[in-house]
């Protein structure tokens, strides 16, 4: 897999849409950053593949159901969880931004960083 070059403040490749463009299909957002890193196919805290529709808006990372309850269960001041597919309208032009600039790959490489492989 290549490496992937991340530069404070750059732009993302995708253009701004307002967060209204996603009510005709609520799957697209979720599609969009599936497409924009492969590692938004999977759960950032558990790795698993199964109902990833989930974000912690704050954290920049996508969720599979199972950690959102957790992540929900930690309070909003640690992590503000919505649905990709029934939140969509919550979704700004910033936050989308923000979702694909860091994604799940950057934010395990940051918050993982110094993690005990064992």
Same mark, same amino acid.
């Given at each position: 897999?290549?490496? #992937? #070059?991340?530069?404070? /403040?750059?732009?993302?490749? *995708?253009? #701004? =849409?307002?967060?209204?463009?996603?009510?005709?299909?609520?799957?697209?957002?979720?599609?969009?950053?599936?497409?924009? +890193?492969? /590692?938004?196919?999977?759960?950032? +805290?558990?790795?698993?593949? =199964?109902?990833?529709?989930?974000?912690?808006?704050?954290?920049? *990372?996508? &969720?599979?159901?199972?950690?959102?309850?957790?992540?929900?269960?930690?309070?909003?001041?640690?992590?503000?969880?919505?649905? &990709?597919?029934?939140?969509?309208?919550?979704?700004?032009? +910033?936050?989308?931004?923000? &979702?694909?600039?860091? /994604?799940?790959?950057?934010?395990?490489?940051?918050?993982?960083?110094?993690?005990? =492989?064992?």
């Amino acid at each position: 897999m290549p490496a #992937r #070059r991340i530069t404070v /403040g750059a732009k993302p490749s *995708i253009p #701004r =849409a307002p967060s209204g463009s996603y009510d005709d299909t609520p799957d697209k957002l979720l599609q969009m950053l599936r497409d924009n +890193d492969q /590692g938004n196919c999977w759960c950032s +805290d558990c790795g698993s593949g =199964a109902k990833v529709e989930w974000v912690s808006i704050n954290l920049a *990372i996508i &969720l599979c159901i199972e950690c959102s309850g957790i992540h929900r269960s930690l309070g909003t001041h640690i992590s503000k969880v919505r649905s &990709l597919t029934l939140d969509i309208t919550s979704f700004t032009a +910033d936050i989308v931004e923000l &979702l694909m600039l860091v /994604g799940n790959r950057v934010a395990n490489m940051i918050w993982e960083a110094k993690l005990d =492989a064992s």
